[in-house]
């Protein structure tokens, strides 16, 4: 069985178009949401991608291009032959967006895998995988399977979520959104702030400084919009029983921690019933906002190149003192094994264990 | 893991006339809520068990969902009510495959690995469930609804590692 790591990583989000920008921007402060509109008289704040040339599908292409050139630091990819996976909740709605009414929706889900492909010249087999938030995680722990059963010895994992006004609506008539800005863990937390990005990661057989050593995959219908304290115990152990680790070997959790006032207390009461003491947290949502099917990618994207460059985010509102949690202000000194946790929609709860495999 | 037993193969293409009867009588009650596409699956899911002789799913079951279609009709309603300025949020929920698996995996009274991926060669799609599945197998479906005459279309295997 192989070992699976990480090669290379790209992002695009709020904050810029590459990981130099973004941490940039994240050291002065970060970038406020702005605002869409989904109705007359209704809109919603978006961490939004920058704005490019050229129609919805132009911009599309030209994102994915830019983000996974980051991921190789020649820029040459290769024969582009390995399996790629395009993780998506909101897929190519945005397009559809645009469409006359019965243009709309006339061919299938893979087209937007297709247009991502086209745009990458990939000659692989692609895949698509969109399960809501966890889409992006669940396409590393099937292009894991890929890698450590020895069917591939690479693969690409591109997470993708683009300006659409369906989604933001649709978030909207549920009630889950806030109406300014994002507050995980937050005192005055009101809800959740939608975000746009687009992430890369290059898995390799071939050792590299960050290992993924396991993960899990809990979906749990009885709230599909909610957090269930239960499956977040599940998927915790699950990750940490296929690394070969307990709870006292990780060294930070990058919570999922959306803002929404009930389901971040479910997640912190239920990583205290795994962890005990708990370990130091970092939530990455204030800073780009919920990136939904692109969030794995996106959020271990953006903390890999956060300790990796010296950056760490910070937050400017007050903490809900009730959950008796704090967010770490800096990378924690030792830091060996990382548990990255997204909580989404549809009940879906997934991790990950990440391991800095350098000396 | 590389020989696969199938327990039981599912098939309705189309469905019988009563089928949601059936399936609110194998599950004790009437889906609320949940869309066409969702309700197929749930049928689907649920026959392919009962087929197999299983009340239940074992918790270290995968279940894989792949469609080319997905929930098409609640999708176009959805935009439809987004042009229209009145976006509801039960059409938004039934046009995610997210809220299928939630669906499925509740009738089946049972949590775990369940993911909706797919590829243009279904048999790589099949193939990437079967990686890394646990002795407790897969349960895979392929449920597709009604569109420009072809009739609706849910498919299912249970299987496990022989």
Redesign the interface.
């Known amino acids: 069985m192989n070992d699976v790591y990480l090669a290379g990583m790209g992002l695009a989000c709020v904050l810029g178009d590459d990981m130099p920008s973004v941490l940039a921007s994240l050291r002065h402060g970060g970038v406020p949401p702005t605002p869409v509109a ?3 008289g ?1 809109s919603w704040p978006v961490y939004a991608l920058a704005s490019r040339e050229g129609d919805w599908t132009q911009r599309l292409c030209s994102t994915v291009r830019s983000v996974v050139a980051q991921t190789d630091k020649t820029g040459d990819l290769g024969p582009r032959t390995a399996p790629l996976f395009v993780a998506s ?1 909101s897929l190519d ?1 945005g397009f ?2 645009y469409e006359k ?1 019965d243009l ?2 006339g061919g ?3 087209d937007f895998a ?1 247009v991502v492909a086209r745009a990458l010249d990939w000659q692989g ?10 889409s992006a995680l ?1 396409a590393v ?2 292009a ?3 890698i ?2 020895r ?1 591939a010895d690479e693969a690409l994992v591109i997470g993708v979520e683009m300006d659409n ?2 989604t933001v ?7 889950l959104l806030a109406p300014d800005s994002a507050q995980p863990f937050g005192a005055q937390r009101k809800g959740l702030v939608l975000g746009e990005a687009v992430a890369a990661l290059r898995l390799t057989s071939q050792p590299a400084r960050w290992q993924i050593t396991g993960g ?7 709230n ?2 909610g957090t269930e304290a239960s ?1 977040v115990l ?1 998927m915790c152990r699950g990750a940490l029983t296929q690394s070969g680790l307990q709870p006292g070997d990780i060294d930070l959790i990058k919570v999922q921690a959306a803002g929404s006032p009930v389901n971040d207390a479910i997640e912190v009461e239920a990583l205290k019933q795994v962890f005990d003491p708990l370990p130091p947290l970092v939530s990455l949502k204030s800073a780009i906002g919920h990136t939904l099917g692109a969030a794995g990618a996106a959020e271990l994207a953006l903390l890999v190149g956060c300790i990796e460059g010296g950056v760490w985010p910070s937050v400017d509102y007050p903490l809900d003192a009730s959950l008796g949690i704090a967010l770490s202000k800096e990378a924690p000194q030792k830091l060996r094994n990382i548990l990255l946790n997204v909580v ?5 709860h997934a991790s990950l264990v990440l391991k800095d495999a350098g000396p | 893991m590389s020989t696969w037993h199938t327990t039981a193969h599912f098939i309705a293409h189309p469905p019988p006339v009563d089928w949601r009867d059936d399936l609110a009588r194998r599950i004790g009650r009437r889906p609320r809520r949940v869309g066409l596409w969702t309700e197929l699956a749930m049928y689907g899911a649920r026959c392919c068990l009962d087929a197999a002789g299983e009340a239940a799913l074992p918790a270290g079951a995968r279940i894989r969902v792949a469609s080319q279609r997905g929930a098409w009709g609640a999708t176009h309603a959805g935009l439809t009510q987004l042009d229209a300025g009145l976006p509801m949020p039960f059409t938004f929920m039934q046009s995610q495959p997210a809220l299928m698996l939630a669906e499925v995996g509740r009738c089946l009274e049972w949590w775990g690995d369940a993911s909706f991926a797919l590829c243009r060669d279904a048999a790589r799609t099949l193939q990437l469930a079967k990686l890394g599945a646990a002795r407790d197998g897969l349960l895979f479906g392929i449920v597709e609804e009604e569109r420009h005459g072809e009739p609706p279309r849910t498919e299912w295997w249970r299987l496990v590692p022989a």
């Open positions: 989904v109705a007359d209704i909740s709605i559809m967006e009414q709309r929706l299938d889900l893979q297709g087999p692609v895949f698509t995988v969109s399960t809501a938030c966890t669940n722990l099937a894991a399977d890929l450590r059963s069917e006004r369906f609506a649709g978030f909207g008539a549920m009630q899990a995959n809990v979906v749990d219908g009885r599909p919009s499956a599940a989404g929609f549809g009940g879906g």
